[in-house]
């Protein structure tokens, strides 16, 4: 194991509390500056991770296309997204003359709040985690339903026919994959044993899920990845915004600013998902160690843990982009059979068989 | 239980739309994006694309195909097309004399490259038609090199 502090993370919270101790000296100062610090750090991540997700779809869209994507504004585009940002910001925020006006501004700040929170409980590394919670991704999962309701209170106070049926698709569709979701998700809890972020991935210290539940662990990582895909309302899964329907659906009436963050919040949603998924079912932070092999375990701890939650988060987000320019659309009704006839069945089906195998101890390293 | 056959064959069929997709993700070298201005001189142009008519030259003789018949005037619906000639001394034939084109009236339909009996017409690939007066637009194609210039003698 490297001594450094970038790879021994968990030295990091103890050192600045030390430090701001011997700086504020009362402890209520110290809690304050730390939170004031976190929420910081964290707005400047999402910030970034917008941007950059923004940029990265963008680019593979176009390489699935045999196209290359933005190249004009800094070396191959990387300044782009920054550019349009800035260009949505300096515009006039229109606001419809009939909108319900305190609703139709709440809205996006509902959606963004939702991601942003969640956010907060995912472990990036040995402590760097902005809150340890006991029941963290009960709460991750509630958490994700308020963006639901930003959606629809968008979809509502715009006042528009077009507005309003996206965002009942949405609502429908989320609430509807929700369940494949959180059921899948419990296939892995029953493993576990905990609710809690960091205590899932020390369950993994011996193997990630995804192969030491036999079978069961990659069918819930599969089914988590759909209904996951619905929840981001992505293509396949885009009838919340289906354009040659209904224009842009929940966000037709927004310009400026609140569109930009409604699309914030949509983008930091899909590294949300998809870090919830490396954690449970692929280990999170942990690296990937064989065994006995200290060859090859001391190799796998030259990445340190933070690379290794990037690195599985990086591929899933890179599938999530993947399978959005590689599928078409599907039609309302068939959604609705998806998830209610085939999801949902087969969720509650690995559900059982996971729960037998997990009280029978009849999966990989048992502890 | 016709639900794991139709399972079976979805999920065949959505692995193999991904590996098509990746497929064409991994051809970097293959992009078909061209970005204008830098790459000017290596600009890749579609065979068919309609620019500015060419006068074509026979290759043996290096003589101009065209007999200064007339038919590319006729045929052109906006009179952008103006064919001189005269009588060769030795053989008392018609022979080319000017072509001019008044690129200012052109719609670049091809209809003169569709009628011509020679095949000495050809849509050229030339797009960049932007000029600053009109003069610059009326251009004498038969020039001893080929390439067009204005021609401001034009009738």
Known sequence: MIEHWLWRTEKIPPAVTAWLTGLLGHPLLVDLAKMAIVAALLAGFISAL????????????????????????????????????????SKENITPLEADRFIFHLAPLLCFAATFVAL????????????????????????????????????????????????????????????????????ILVFAGSLDFREIVASQDAGWWIWRAPVVGFVAFVIYGIASVAECNRTPFDLV?????????????????????????????????????????????????????????????????????????????????????????????????FEWKFLLPLSLSTLAVASVLATAGWFFFPG | MAIFGKTATAIKGLVGGMWITINHYWRFSEVITQQYPENRATLRMAPRFRGKIRLLRDPESGAHRCTACGLCVKACPNNSLTVQRE????????????????????????????????????????FENAAFERGALTLRLDTPDGAPRPAPEAP
Not at chain 1, 52 to 68: C, F, P, S
Not at chain 1, 129 to 143: D, E, R, S
Not at chain 2, 105 to 125: E, P, Q, Y
């Open chain 1, 241 to 337: 915004e289906g354009e040659s329907e209904l224009t842009a659906g929940f966000h037709t009436e927004y310009g400026s600013i609140r569109f930009a963050m409604f699309f914030l919040a949509e983008f930091v949603n899909i590294f949300l998902v998809c870090s919830i998924s490396a954690t449970v079912f692929l280990g999170g932070w942990m690296p990937f160690h064989i065994g006995d092999a200290a060859g090859f375990n001391r190799l796998a701890d030259l990445i340190p843990p933070w690379g290794w939650f990037f690195a599985k988060t990086s591929v899933l987000v890179f599938v999530f982009m993947w399978v959005r320019w590689t599928f078409p659309r599907l039609r309302v009704d068939q959604l609705m059979n």
């Open chain 2, 87 to 126: 009588r060769d001394p030795a053989t008392n034939k018609f022979r080319l004399a000017g072509y001019f084109y008044h690129f200012e009236r052109c719609t670049l339909c091809g209809l003169c490259v569709d009628t011509c009996k020679f095949s000495a017409l050809a849509m050229g690939n030339d």
């Open chain 1, 50 to 89: 917008a941007l950059a997700l923004v940029w990265i779809e963008r680019k593979v869209a176009a390489h699935v296309q045999q196209r290359l994507g933005p190249m004009r504004v800094g070396p191959h585009g990387l300044l782009q997204t920054l550019a349009d940002g800035l260009k949505l910001m």
């Open chain 1, 120 to 187: 907060a409980f995912i472990p990036f590394a040995p402590e760097i985690q902005a809150v340890n919670f006991n029941v963290g991704l009960v709460f991750v999962l509630g958490i994700g339903s308020v963006g639901v309701l930003g959606i629809f209170a968008a979809g509502w106070a715009s006042n528009n026919k077009w507005s309003l049926l996206g965002a009942m698709r949405a609502g429908a569709q989320i609430i509807s994959y929700e369940l494949s979701a959180t059921l899948a998700l419990i296939s």
